[in-house]
């Protein structure tokens, strides 16, 4: 195939990489998965796992766990892309979060590094609903959280690892800074009202202030680190205004509109992942069991 790359995708088993890894197979190029489980390993806990992860590629995507924000992801970033170029990779696409301050500082060495970059800042993802720490709750048909009233312009993982894909096999991208969105904003609250009328379940959305939400957390033995980037992320992120704002930029790389989250929560209902709990230990009538979380 002409202008076949070798590409690495850290976090290649995510919500985002997995897409991207799909994509680029299909498309006819070499991909490496960089996960703890893939061969060769790549741990962000282990640096000296990196450079073997590293050999023969031309271009990496780079998702970072569980934050660009948290404390260590710049010291991270920055070894990263120090061995990136030992290794002769020529291009880095790094997602990152839109209204991250601490994120940008990370996208600061991409962009400074020398290398070919795009940076993909992204807005809350819808997926966050169904794989992520909101899903939970939603099974139990009770969700209490803080900033009731902030609107979010969910994003979907498909636009992103689309972007992302583009970003890494077209040299037009490169350079650029890309903030996505989805076409609309919702609340908490709507969220919740959406998926509870597409699945027929009464899900009760209830706000809850930030601290109680937190102390809820350290009862329940959620780890500090956790806790805290759940802090940032409720204070720093849905707590400026600015994050509200809706982008066109899937538009100008994608030729076409973001999916809106109405799509998404059909697609997802389809799925049976929001079954109730009761419902997700069922067997169907075709012998079948159904989708567990």
């Keep these: 195939m002409k202008n076949r790359s070798n590409i690495l995708v850290i976090g290649g088993t995510g919500k985002t990489g997995r897409k ?3 994509r680029l197979i299909k498309a006819g190029h070499k991909v490496r998965i960089g996960s703890r489980s893939a061969s060769p390993a790549f741990d962000w806990e282990q640096p000296e796992t990196w450079s073997e992860s590293l050999k023969g590629i031309d271009k990496v995507y780079i998702t970072f766990q569980p934050d660009l924000a948290v404390p260590g992801a710049l010291e991270a970033i920055e070894e990263l892309i120090r061995k990136a170029k030992q290794s002769g990779v ?4 790094l997602l990152s979060g839109k209204g991250e301050r601490e994120a940008e500082l990370c996208e600061q060495v991409v962009i400074h590094s020398g290398l070919d970059y795009t940076i993909v800042r992204a807005s809350w993802f819808n997926q966050n609903f169904s794989e992520s720490f909101f899903l939970e709750p939603i099974l139990e048909g009770f969700v209490a959280l803080p900033q009731a009233d902030v609107k979010v312009p969910y994003v979907d993982t498909d636009d992103i690892a689309d972007v992302a894909v583009a970003a890494l096999l077209n040299e037009k991208h490169n350079g650029e800074i890309y903030q996505l969105t989805g076409p609309r904003q919702l609340t908490f609250k709507e969220v919740i009202q959406e998926i509870s009328e597409a699945t027929g379940r009464d899900i ?6 930030l601290s109680a939400y937190t102390q809820v957390m350290k009862q329940q033995g959620v ?3 956790y806790i805290w980037l759940i802090e940032y992320l409720f204070t720093e992120v849905l707590g400026n205004p600015d994050n509200a704002d809706i982008t066109h930029d899937i538009e100008k790389v994608l030729g076409r509109k973001p999916k809106d989250f109405s799509e998404y929560v059909k697609e997802t209902t389809d799925t049976g992942i929001w079954n109730s709990p009761s419902l997700q230990n069922t067997v169907s009538d075709n012998g079948k069991e159904l989708l567990k979380p």
């Design 223 to 225: 780890p500090a680190d």
């Design 90 to 93: 020529k291009k880095v696409v």
């Design 20 to 22: 991207v890894v799909n």
């Design 204 to 209: 009760a959305f209830t706000p809850i202030a």
